[in-house]
């Protein structure tokens, strides 16, 4: 049981003090300022232990502090832990290149790198409107594809986007994300496509994270690719959440055979350290012009050997001890545990694939309640949802299946 948080007390004096507000939550008991973490276990600044099953929002995949990442770091660190990106880049960024072109699916073989998702985002939408010479873009209601002003354009969650839209031009297309009928939402989308001929391309999670773990119908992703492809528009398929395993396969289009035309990838990628891609077939990507030596679309730390260098040994984790294999595998276990949350009436729904599941309560003062309960209990989970009345759960997918049923009958017992 975590014990007093004097500490913690300390630091969140000096967050409210020197942050800028809107940033970290600091009312009542959280945050939890942690300390130290390996694999599923995170300590706290008063020496708290805790079960995180949340593996920091989707990024500690091959779980926190992993010793051939950890090392993979000290060597990068040791020889060269900054380079000139896109003037005179280290060597292991062209190893990396090389890399994800040989996981990606289909003929996706050209990157940008970048440091954050929506960097990915950022460049993904920039080669669409290259590439189609198109500047709109359809999109999805609860969908997160990251806040930098431009990524806040194809956004599909109200609060983030609206103390901004005096700036935003608003030429997304937005659909809802679709239920249980996709016969009923593809036909929407492809009447609405037909409307707008400025449709550069459609942005989709596979399955929505900070949306909720929403999962769409089973053939969905693979009809909006091909009505995609009648229209003449790209579609760009955000993974920044849903890659590197996470869903039971090493990204979550490949269970529907969906090869996008740009891929984004981020969180998992550095497992801690931060980095993404953009991931495109050279058709696609070509639509940018050589370099003439001063970049289109760059920024000073693209390409930074420590992020390259975590991510190819956060792949050889991923591939060496089969990770995404052993998602579904766990995955199924969480399910069994999950769905009886919702025969019961306990829970209004439980969704999700792989490691990755939301359990939606009946309101957000339900959810909160249950997080804060979680954390008493030495328990780490996440609320999620447009409205905030989901419990999302998406541990390291290294974590033991003792502590993953240990972690969920905890989570469990916190559900009022």
């Keep these: 049981m975590p014990q007093p948080r004097n500490r913690s007390n300390e630091l969140a004096h000096l967050l409210r003090k020197y ?42 995949n091959c779980g926190h502090g992993n010793p051939n990442v950890t090392a993979a770091l000290q060597r990068q660190a040791a020889r060269l832990p900054h380079a000139m990106g896109d003037v005179h880049p280290a060597a292991v960024k062209a190893q990396l290149l090389e890399k994800l072109a040989a996981i990606a699916p289909g003929d996706l073989t050209k990157s940008f790198l970048g440091s954050s998702g929506s960097d990915a985002i950022e460049a993904a939408m920039k080669t669409a409107m290259l590439a189609t010479g198109k500047p709109a873009f359809a999109a999805f209601r609860g969908s997160y594809h990251g806040l930098s002003i431009g990524a806040l354009e194809v956004a599909g969650i109200k609060k983030f986007r609206e103390p901004f839209l005096a700036w935003l031009p608003e030429r997304t297309l937005l659909l809802d994300y679709p239920g249980a009928n996709a016969d009923q939402a593809l036909e929407y989308a492809r ?29 969905y992703l693979a009809e909006l690719r091909e009505i995609c492809r009648e229209r003449g528009m790209l579609l760009i398929v955000d993974e920044i959440y849903t890659g590197f395993g996470r869903t039971g396969s090493m990204f979550a289009c490949e269970q529907e055979n969906v090869v996008p035309d740009i891929l984004c990838l981020g969180k998992a990628l550095g497992n801690g350290f931060p980095i993404s891609a953009a991931i495109a077939s050279p058709v696609v990507m070509d639509a940018w012009p ?51 949350l ?48 989901v419990l999302s759960l998406s541990p390291p997918l290294t974590i033991s299946q003792a502590d993953l049923e240990r972690g969920v009958d905890l989570v469990e017992s916190c559900i009022a």
């Design 290 to 340: 050589p370099s003439e030596g001063e970049a289109l679309h760059t920024s000073t730390h693209l390409g930074n050997p420590m992020g390259c260098a975590a991510a190819i040994a956060s792949i050889a984790e991923l591939e060496g001890r089969e990770l995404p294999k052993r998602a579904a595998m766990l995955g199924a276990l969480l399910e069994s545990k999950l769905r009886p």
């Design 191 to 219: 009447r609405a496509f037909s409307r707008r001929y400025d449709l550069a391309a459609a942005i989709v999670e596979p399955i929505q994270g900070r949306g909720g773990c929403i999962v769409p119908p089973a053939g």
């Design 342 to 389: 919702q025969s019961s009436g306990k829970a209004a729904g439980v969704r999700g694939r792989g490691l990755m599941w939301g359990i939606e309560l009946h309101d957000a003062t339900q959810a909160r309640a249950a997080v804060e309960k979680a954390r008493t209990k030495g328990v780490i989970i996440l609320q999620s949802g447009a409205e905030g009345k």
């Design 19 to 60: 942050e800028s507000r809107n940033v970290t939550h600091v009312d009542g008991e959280s945050p939890i300022f942690w300390e130290s973490a390996n694999d599923t276990t995170v300590i706290d600044a008063d020496g708290n232990e805790y079960l995180d099953l949340t593996a920091a929002f989707g990024v500690a």
